[in-house]
């Protein structure tokens, strides 16, 4: 009878497990994640071989090869070194060296710009400087007279104006020609050169025929005539010569007269700087800061609402001469405008 029931229960047990084998996973069984198939590399189609033609043709073609030449690093500066007559431009400045002369103890050096731009373009000789050879950069000094070039290279151009004029450096005329010399201009004092210029030997060219001429449109008005922008006039009177013991040389002075027609104050930055006697090529007259004929002043002046005021401005006759064409201006306060007169 036992033996009955264990070959039963065995029975059973075997029915169970082939039940089981033959039905599929419960809907909770867990499924283990299973790993992705590879698939097999898909080679790209072989591309079709050259013709006899195209493998000629790249044969006597030549591989194209980019020479990269470095820019000259001449020291102190970076930049590379113009020579006279070379035109440079700097923003709206266009500008070129077209003379250079050694005196026994000074270099001389000539400069021509023009405003290239649409807006006011301040020139200073500030911002031009002497390398020597193995040396420091130096400042300008005052040009003595060995050239008669003694107006320095300074002023506010309008669009279109020129600028000509002169900056002067020591140094010893044994040099000339044989130590480097080298010019700089900066874009603000004491940054590195924008433009570098070689002066080493004297010589003298043509003013390039880019900078030559001034394209300005400010129309120019006869002598005595008031010129009235933005509530503020201004007239000039003429030019007189006079003798002044103070400064010992002989002097044009200007006369101009400004209104302020405004409701409020308002500051020329200079007399010095805001009435200028230029010539038709550019040159403009040195203003003495000192004599009791002069009014020249660099500090600021303010022109109160309603003030009219008479402006006696003076220049030294050396330098250049009053041609055909030279003019008196003034420049306004805030140097958005310009007033030109022909002198009589």
Same mark, same amino acid.
């Given at each position: ?6 070959w ?21 069984a ?19 071989s050259?013709t006899?033609a ?23 500066t970076?930049? #590379? *070194?113009?020579?006279? +007559?070379?035109? &440079?431009?700097?923003? @709206? ?5 077209? $003379?250079?002369?050694? /005196? ?6 000539m ?14 000789a ?28 300074n ?13 002067c ?17 900066t ?31 400010? #129309? *120019?008005?006869?002598? +005595?005539?008031t &010129?009235?922008?933005? @509530? ?5 009177? $003429?030019?007189?010569? /006079? ?5 010992n040389?002989?002097l ?25 006697l ?47 064409g ?8 805030d ?10």
């Amino acid at each position: 009878m036992n033996t009955n029931k264990a070959w039963l229960a065995l029975v059973l047990l075997f029915l169970v497990l082939a039940q089981a084998a033959c039905s599929g996973p419960s809907e909770t069984a867990t499924l283990l994640p299973v790993a992705p198939t590879a698939t097999a590399a898909v080679s790209p189609p072989p591309k079709p071989s050259a013709t006899a033609a195209q493998t000629a043709t790249a044969a006597a073609s030549p591989t194209p090869v980019v020479t990269i030449t470095p820019s000259p690093q001449p020291s102190p500066t970076t930049n #590379p *070194i113009l020579s006279l +007559g070379q035109v &440079v431009k700097v923003n @709206d400045l266009a500008m070129a060296v077209i $003379g250079v002369e050694f /005196s026994p103890d000074q270099v001389q050096v000539m400069f021509a710009a023009k405003n290239t731009g649409s807006v006011v373009v301040t020139v200073s000789a500030i911002y031009f400087s002497v390398i020597p050879a193995g040396g420091l950069a130096q400042q300008a000094v005052f040009c003595k007279s060995a050239s008669g070039s003694t107006q320095g290279f300074n002023g506010v151009l309008e669009p279109g104006d020129i600028l000509r004029g002169t900056i002067c450096w020591e140094t010893k005329a044994k040099n000339a020609g044989q130590d480097r010399l080298q010019v700089i201009y900066t874009l603000a004092y004491g940054e590195r050169a924008a433009v570098t210029w070689d002066v080493s030997k004297p010589g003298a060219v043509e003013v390039p025929a880019e900078i030559a001429t001034s394209g300005s449109k400010t #129309p *120019i008005h006869p002598q +005595g005539e008031t &010129v009235t922008q933005k @509530d503020f006039s201004v007239t000039f009177d $003429g030019i007189t010569l /006079s003798s002044d013991p103070q400064v010992n040389t002989k002097l044009m002075i200007g006369s101009f007269t400004v209104e302020n027609k405004g409701s409020s104050s308002v500051k020329l930055p200079s007399i010095g700087s805001s009435f200028i006697l230029k010539t038709a090529d550019g040159y403009t007259f040195l203003q003495p800061i000192s004599g009791h004929l002069c009014q020249n002043s660099f500090s600021d002046v303010e022109i109160k609402a309603g003030q009219k005021l008479s402006f006696t401005v003076c220049y030294t006759t050396s330098g250049p001469s009053v041609t055909a064409g030279t003019t008196a201006r003034f420049i306004s306060p805030d140097r958005s405008w310009f007033a030109i007169w022909a002198l009589k």
